[in-house]
């Protein structure tokens, strides 16, 4: 390096270094004594020190430890520098995560809510413009639960074509995205498609429940007499 010769004392394995974590695989990462370094560059001040430890439950002692070796280096000085610990900010950040979390079940819910009074009205009109329909099945035999079974089909049928064209543009849209902002797009698990899948027609299910049993009620004289 320069006008200086090293000695390579070993490589690193990339699986397992930080510095190959940090450099995207260590491909030109050296690692020299920091002494050596800063003679290098001709920068005596150590602006940044990081700490890795074996036992990550010693993280709070740790810093504990770091914080009064600092405090005496600086004279009680503070606001002269500042201890990080990184298991506090991944629980900072497990904390926002989970209110994110939180945040968009809660948005999902109230979208499943809304679209699930959608289909209910829905299914209400076509149980309205089918009336004489109705009336005639009744008429010649029909019972009550086939009425509702027959709802509860279409029902179920609607949401379900709905959640296939929601997973397609679903999966196009994450692939799509991914490659704009450069990030690999992982798919799930398949049983988790089947439970979306599911989670619709169960949706169109319960929702369409009301408008069934509303159309099982009709009596065939008054729905023969129906325009």
């Given at each position: 390096?320069?006008?200086?010769?090293?000695?390579?004392?070993?490589?690193?394995?990339?699986?397992?270094?930080?510095m190959a974590a940090m450099n995207g695989g260590g491909n030109g990462t050296l690692m020299i004594p920091y002494t050596t370094a800063m003679k290098l560059t001709?920068?005596?001040?150590?602006?940044?020190l990081e700490i890795y430890l074996k036992d990550a439950t010693l993280s709070d002692e740790t810093a504990d430890e770091v914080e009064q070796v600092l405090e005496r280096a600086f004279n009680g000085k503070d606001d002269s520098y500042r201890v990080i610990n990184m298991e506090s900010l991944l629980d900072a950040m497990?904390?926002?995560?989970?209110?994110m979390t939180t945040l968009l079940a809660g948005?999902?819910?109230?979208s499943l809510l809304v679209g699930g009074i959608g289909i209910m009205n829905i299914m209400l009109v076509t149980v309205t413009e089918r009336?004489?329909?109705i009336g005639i099945r009744?008429?010649?035999?029909?019972?009550?639960?086939?009425?509702?079974?027959?709802f509860l089909i279409e029902a179920g049928m609607l949401c379900g074509m709905?959640?296939?064209?929601?997973i397609i543009f679903g999966t196009i849209g994450s692939v799509v995205l991914g490659r704009i902002i450069y990030q690999q797009t992982i798919y799930p698990v398949p049983w988790v498609t089947i439970a979306a899948f599911a989670l619709s027609v169960a949706l169109g299910v319960?929702?369409?429940s009301y408008p069934a049993i509303k159309a099982s009620k009709l009596q065939p004289v008054e729905a023969l007499r129906a325009e």
């Open positions: 390096i320069g006008s200086r010769t090293f000695t390579v004392a070993g490589v690193t394995d990339e699986s397992s270094s930080v001709g920068n005596r001040k150590i602006t940044s497990d904390r926002v995560l989970d209110m948005i999902a819910a109230i009336t004489r329909e009744r008429a010649i035999g029909a019972q009550r639960s086939s009425i509702v079974t027959q709905g959640g296939i064209v929601g319960l929702f369409g």
